[in-house]
């Protein structure tokens, strides 16, 4: 039955699109609508930044969004161990690299647990979406504007981690890191979100221990993050500001965090 | 989808595939309009519905990309975010 004539490679694109509900409901439309309009904003994001780094000089990886999807289920649980509760990950925090072409690149997720990836931005960003829909739904305030409110003030917060980070690298004096890496590295920033607003719904008084608990973690990885980013990247080591504006990295995590797991109409909260 | 990157699943199969698992999505739409507006009830039957499309379209993607069953859960997973806003729209 499902005999599939002619399945041209085509232009894979990162993206899908969901085809309209025939039965017209006007929720669904608008459902349908916010699904294929969020993901194509990330699509165009991706292959724009993506063009722009393949025509760089200075792209040292293959900066296709192939490479942040090459994920198994096996790493997808070790990356969220290590996103989640960064003190008990043994072991170093360095990317493996391998010679390629008489060039360095780094290995794929699939093969490296600290290589970055989107799958579990995308889906982090995706299940924050859906919890914060059903925290509202809970309370009987939900709507399909209210989720369209809480999909732009994800995507802002998104936006505002991403640009910390390249803000900071840039004034240490390299920002040289993919622009897909960096939005990688912000996009884990969800999963802890997530994670605490989850045991609002189930738990209500867990959240003002998850909430805490997921800001550190996440502070904690994205400091050892930053550190190996830079020193892959600078050998000139200053440890005083480097060290300053690691913490200042961890330190913004907390404001961010309570702006995004805090669910309501007003997005100014 | 995102994780079933392996070349030989293009986007018509995907779009394809999640379309058709939509419909016990649009079978529940259909049978909440009988079912009482009890929280509990209406939220256990749109789990019931939300699992019931998610296996079939896990199912029916690893069938079509190869070397897509270490994918299964990658695969489930999303399609179980996408089903689930789905249902969000029919209970509240």
Aim: charged share 10%.
């Amino acid at each position: 039955m499902y005999s599939n004539v002619g399945s041209q490679p085509g232009v894979q694109q990162p993206q899908t699109s969901l085809p309209p509900n025939p039965f017209g409901s006007a929720f669904n439309v608008a459902g349908s609508g916010l699904i294929r309009g969020g993901l194509g904003a990330y699509g165009g994001k991706i292959l724009g930044s993506s063009s722009e780094y393949v025509q760089s000089n200075i792209s040292r990886y293959f900066s296709d969004p192939q490479y942040y999807f090459q994920v198994n289920d096996q790493y997808v649980k070790n990356k969220l161990k290590v996103v989640l509760l960064p003190f008990l990950h043994r072991g170093h925090w360095t990317r493996i690299t391998e010679p390629v072409g008489g060039r360095l690149s780094y290995k794929p997720p699939i093969y490296d647990i600290n290589a970055p990836d989107l799958y579990i931005p995308l889906m982090a960003f995706g299940t924050y979406v859906i919890l914060a829909g059903l925290s509202l739904g809970l309370h009987g305030k939900f709507s399909p504007e209210a989720l369209n409110l809480l999909f732009i003030k994800g995507l802002l917060g998104w936006f505002m981690q991403a640009a910390l980070l390249k803000v900071t690298l840039l004034s240490l004096g390299s920002g040289e890191a993919p622009l897909l890496d960096i939005i990688a590295y912000a996009g884990y920033t969800f999963t802890g979100i997530c994670l605490a607003v989850l045991g609002r719904i189930i738990l209500g008084y867990s959240y003002y221990f998850l909430m805490p608990w997921t800001c550190l973690c996440m502070g904690v990885f994205l400091v050892k993050t930053m550190k190996r980013v830079l020193f892959a990247e600078v050998r000139s080591y200053d440890s005083s500001r480097h060290h300053y504006l690691l913490l200042f990295i961890a330190l913004v995590q907390f404001p961010l965090f309570t702006w995004l797991g805090n669910i309501t109409i007003n997005w100014l909260l | 989808m995102l994780a079933g990157r392996t070349g030989n699943l293009d986007l018509h199969t995907c779009t394809s595939v999640v379309g058709y698992c939509l419909l016990p999505v649009v079978i529940f739409s259909a049978l909440s309009l009988f079912l009482p507006v009890d929280g509990v009830i209406r939220l256990s039957v749109a789990a019931v519905f939300v699992l019931w499309a998610t296996r079939a379209s896990a199912g029916l993607v690893v069938s079509f990309a190869d070397g897509g069953d270490e994918h299964r859960g990658l695969i489930a997973y999303a399609s179980f975010l996408i089903y689930t806003l789905f249902s969000l729209l029919v209970i509240f």
